[in-house]
C-alpha cells in the first residue's frame, strides 16, 4: 500500500481539525498540528526544539527552516511510516517549497493537499454566532447550540459574552490573511496535481465521506503511476 502523505488547508471555522481527528482514527496516521508538534519539541528540548525556543523567546518567528526540521523529526519516524497529516503548515509557498525539498531529501512526496473549502460568509456566520460564558468559558452558539435565555450560560447563569476573536471585523481579518497566504500555495499544489477540494460546508458527516473518497481516488492514480 502506497503512503498517504497529506496535508490539510482551510480557513479557520472549516471544521478541518475535526477531519484530521477523523482522518488519525480511520487511517490510522498520525496528525500533526504543527502548532502542538512545535510546543512539543520545545517542552522535550530536543536540538530544533530548544533552536525554536530561542527565535521565541526573542519573541521573533521560528524559520521556516527550524519548523520543517521539527516537522521531519517526526515524519522520518516509524509512526509515520506509512504517512501523516500535517494540519497548520505549510502556511506560505516557500513553507510548501522547504516541506518539499525536506521530504524529498527522505525519499518521499505529498501524495495530497485537501483544500476544505468554505465561504467568508459561512465562515463568518459559524465562528461569529459563538457566544462565551464568561465566567467559565461554556461555549454556546446563536444558530446551532442557543442557549435556553439569550445572552445567559445555561450551566452556570453568568453573561454570554463575544470573545474578541469571534468578532465580525477581527474573522475578517483573519480571513484576508487566510486568502493571502493560502491562494499561492493552492496554485503551487495545483501545478503539482496533488490539490483535491472538499466542498466544506456540508454537515461533518458529509465532508468526512468526501475526504474518504477523494482519498480513494488519490491512491487509485497512485497505484496506476506506480
Ligand atoms: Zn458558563
Do not use: W
Amino acid at each position: 500500500m502506497p503512503e498517504q502523505n497529506l496535508v490539510l488547508l482551510g480557513p479557520p471555522g472549516s471544521g478541518k481539525g475535526t477531519q484530521g481527528e477523523r482522518l488519525n482514527e480511520d487511517l490510522r496516521l498520525p496528525y500533526y498540528a504543527t502548532g502542538d508538534i512545535l510546543r512539543a519539541a520545545v517542552r522535550d528540548e530536543t536540538e530544533l526544539g530548544r533552536s525554536a525556543k530561542e527565535y521565541m523567546d526573542r519573541g521573533d518567528l521560528v524559520p521556516d527552516e527550524v519548523i520543517v526540521g521539527v516537522i521531519a523529526d517526526r515524519i522520518d519516524s516509524n509512526e509515520a511510516r506509512d504517512g501523516f497529516i500535517l494540519d497548520g503548515f505549510p502556511r506560505t509557498t516557500p513553507q510548501a517549497e522547504a516541506l518539499d525539498a525536506k521530504l524529498n531529501d527522505l525519499g518521499r512526496a505529498l501524495s495530497g493537499v485537501l483544500l476544505i473549502d468554505v465561504s467568508d460568509e459561512e465562515v463568518i456566520r459559524r465562528l461569529g454566532g459563538r457566544r462565551t460564558c464568561e465566567a467559565n468559558g461554556h461555549v454556546f452558539h446563536v444558530e446551532f447550540e442557543p442557549p435556553q435565555e439569550d445572552g445567559v450560560c445555561d450551566i452556570d447563569g453568568s453573561p454570554l459574552i463575544v470573545r474578541d476573536d469571534d468578532k465580525p471585523e477581527v474573522i475578517r481579518k483573519r480571513l484576508e490573511t487566510y486568502h493571502e497566504k493560502t491562494e499561492p500555495l493552492v496554485s503551487y499544489y495545483d501545478e503539482r496535481s496533488v490539490l483535491r477540494r472538499i466542498a466544506g460546508e456540508a454537515v461533518p458527516d458529509e465532508v468526512a465521506e468526501q475526504v474518504r473518497r477523494t482519498l480513494a481516488t488519490l491512491r487509485m492514480e497512485q497505484d496506476e503511476t506506480v
